[in-house]
């Protein structure tokens, strides 16, 4: 059954937020903001991550290899890839991890 999901602007109120917005049987989806300079630390996923950017700039650094992305990209990545991300700019994006 289809199901819609808001996702509320909170950077207006706080520094960052992390959080899952939605669980399925088959994929969870969250919601990353964080303002400029904001990081995530180093971590990995047991399942495949896709990251769609929906505001602003944000470093992705991959197994090693640094990518930039902006509201133009989405990246995806294989299960238990070492990630971390640095926000350039205040940044908005979706994680959909795939089970």
Known sequence: MM???????????QESKIGRIFTHDKM????IQLRAGGQVPEHNAKEVVTIIVRKGEVKFTVEGTEHL?????????????MHSLQAITDIDILVLKTK
Do not use: A, W, Y
């Open 3 to 13: 199901q819609k999901v808001h996702v509320e602007d909170h950077l207006q109120e």
């Open 28 to 31: 969870d989806i969250m919601n």
């Open 69 to 81: 992305l902006t509201t133009d990209d989405i990246l995806v990545m294989e299960p238990f890839e």
